[in-house]
């Protein structure tokens, strides 16, 4: 008896554990959108200081995601955030920044509200799928 809880206790932590490092993973990718957007929609706030917030933000969901592993069964959602995020960061890196430092705001912007809000919906919802 003592065995069956101990085992259903470690399930439960287990569980939870998971359940919680996504939803860190949640906020910390909700964080780096933010901090895009600011980048993009306020012209006074695309100095150095938020620059860094923006790869700051990004890296450490880069980060967060290289530690991870997929729960058992869902493998094929894992690799999916994986390689969504990965488009996201590319295209903000490539593309976005850029965009927005040269003064392309409607470029920036057609970005930013288009193919980046997309993956950037993608990834809650998979995030939503893997952690809950």
Request: include cysteine; proline fraction near 2%; charge should be positive.
């Amino acid at each position: 008896m003592n065995k069956l809880l101990s085992m259903l206790a470690m399930v439960f932590f287990a569980t939870v554990s998971v359940a919680g490092e996504f939803d860190d993973l949640r906020t910390e990718m909700t964080a780096a959108r933010e901090s895009l957007v600011t980048l993009v929609v306020n012209k006074d706030k695309r100095g150095a200081e938020q620059q860094k917030v923006v790869k700051d933000t990004a890296d450490k969901v880069s980060a967060h995601l290289a530690k991870m592993k997929a729960p058992a069964g869902k493998e094929a959602q894992f690799k999916e955030l994986v390689d969504t995020w990965a488009a996201f960061k590319k295209t903000r890196e490539t593309e976005l920044v850029p965009a927005v430092l040269a003064g392309k705001d409607d470029d920036a912007k057609k970005l930013v509200n288009g193919i980046q809000k997309e993956r950037y919906t993608k990834c809650q919802q998979l995030l939503g799928e893997l952690g809950g």
